[in-house]
């Protein structure tokens, strides 16, 4: 949690959550990390819905397609990469229709990309001013905090965050 004494936090902070961002490396099927992240966004208000595909791994099972004389290797970056995306971005559009048939008032918006997770996720939250970060913090296989969580409650001490 941001500390308001220090000065640091962006004039939207603390204030309310009416944009609220949830983000994990496997948003497609995360029912539960949707379903906390809906409910703290004010009715009326913007649930953005976000997936980071790492384009170091992208770039390393490309590199390893590549060597293998059979397959054409741009064939299958580009189908690769669309599959890629295409998943998250039919999932949110899932959570848009089931949260609408619910009666929620809240906007549902989408950002998928490919990229650098650390990097891009600060951009998407600096960029989209959100209130509140939900994540989770740990996977069935560790105990420790996983993947993008701990780098993310390092660098983004001035964004409100919801880890579980």
Same mark, same amino acid.
């Given at each position: 949690?941001?500390?308001?004494?220090?000065?640091?936090?962006?004039? *939207?902070?603390?204030?309310? +959550?009416? !944009?609220?961002?949830?983000?994990? $490396? *496997?948003?497609?099927?995360?029912?539960?990390?949707?379903?906390? /992240?809906?409910?703290?966004?004010?009715?009326?208000? +913007?649930?953005?819905?976000? *997936?980071?595909?790492?384009?170091?791994?992208?770039?390393?099972?490309?590199?390893?397609?590549?060597?293998?004389? $059979?397959?054409?290797?741009?064939?299958?970056? @580009? @189908?690769?990469?669309?599959?890629?995306? @295409?998943?998250?971005?039919?999932?949110? =559009?899932?959570?848009?229709?089931?949260?609408?048939?619910?009666?929620?008032?809240?906007?549902?918006?989408? !950002?998928?990309?490919?990229?650098?997770?650390?990097?891009?996720? !600060?951009?998407?939250?600096?960029?989209?001013?959100?209130? &509140?970060?939900?994540?989770?913090?740990?996977?069935? =296989?560790?105990? /420790?905090?996983?993947?993008?969580?701990?780098?993310?409650?390092? @660098?983004?001490?001035?964004?409100? &965050?919801?880890?579980?």
């Amino acid at each position: 949690m941001p500390c308001p004494e220090k000065g640091n936090m962006p004039g *939207h902070a603390l204030q309310n +959550t009416d !944009r609220v961002m949830a983000v994990t $490396d *496997h948003l497609a099927g995360d029912h539960r990390l949707v379903s906390y /992240a809906a409910h703290f966004t004010r009715d009326g208000e +913007t649930l953005f819905l976000s *997936h980071v595909e790492d384009d170091t791994v992208f770039e390393r099972y490309i590199s390893a397609i590549g060597k293998i004389p $059979d397959l054409d290797t741009e064939i299958a970056r @580009e @189908e690769i990469k669309v599959r890629l995306l @295409e998943d998250p971005i039919e999932y949110i =559009e899932s959570c848009r229709t089931g949260l609408a048939r619910e009666g929620s008032q809240i906007k549902v918006e989408s !950002r998928v990309k490919l990229g650098h997770l650390l990097a891009d996720y !600060r951009e998407l939250v600096e960029e989209n001013e959100i209130d &509140l970060l939900v994540m989770y913090t740990k996977d069935e =296989e560790q105990l /420790a905090m996983h993947g993008i969580a701990y780098p993310l409650a390092v @660098e983004l001490r001035s964004t409100p &965050l919801l880890m579980l």
